[in-house]
């Protein structure tokens, strides 16, 4: 993980405290108004999605460019799956053996994309009861906001394009997205799966058959 990754994690923790500092208070009214009482899963659920939302804005987002920064020479990538390509070209240029592409920079950012989402795709079929191709579709639209407003360098309040609009980031943020479903959809089951009844074996009677009777 990089410095700027790192500096913005730190900022999105602020911006969540921050945030649910806000609407704690009003949610807590909310809840015991309702219910007459405060339940901690509805307060526990409100924190993971605002800590979710805040550290995904701050890690697509920040830091934002400095005047000494130096602009990308590309801005945008359309070769899906270039990223398979880059690996071949990180092992080469370090002189790594093929065995250790999982420990090349390409895949390790390849694979935080995927992380990324799943959280999305996680709540979409545990809180908002969204389908498989619903939540693919949350994620695909997610991800191209995304990479959209990085494109357009924040629609224009950036001085410019800071971030490479990349269709394997598309790829694989969806991907994600899609993992998280299943893993909810998996919990789903878990929890809603009834718990065997123990079944009173009724032993089998013998009927006693008299010989004198049989003709």
């Known amino acids: 993980m990089t410095n700027a990754q790192v500096t913005a994690l730190q900022y999105g923790l602020v911006g969540f405290f921050a945030l649910w500092a806000t609407v704690l208070i009003p949610q807590l009214i909310i809840l015991h108004a309702r219910h007459g009482q405060v339940r901690l899963r509805p307060v526990l659920t409100m924190a993971a999605v605002l800590l979710y939302a805040t550290m995904t804005l701050a890690v697509t987002f920040l830091p934002l460019p400095g005047p000494g920064v130096k602009r990308l020479s590309q801005t945008v990538q359309l070769h899906p799956f270039q990223w398979i390509t880059d690996i071949h070209t990180e092992l080469l240029k370090h002189g790594l053996p093929m065995a250790d592409w999982f420990t090349t920079q390409t895949f390790q950012q390849a694979t935080m994309n995927v992380l990324l989402f799943v959280p999305l795709g996680f709540f979409a079929r545990t809180l908002w009861k969204r389908g498989l191709i619903g939540t693919t579709l949350i994620g695909l639209a997610a991800s ?43 919990l789903l089951s878990l929890v809603r799966k009834p718990v065997p009844s123990m079944v009173e074996m009724q032993p089998l009677r013998r009927e006693r058959i008299d010989l004198a009777q049989v003709r």
């Open 144 to 186: 191209l906001l995304i990479e959209s407003t990085q494109l357009t360098a924040n629609f224009g309040t950036a001085p410019y394009a800071y971030r490479i609009f990349d269709v394997d980031d598309l790829l694989n943020n969806t991907g994600g997205a899609m993992l998280g479903w299943i893993a909810g959809a998996l």
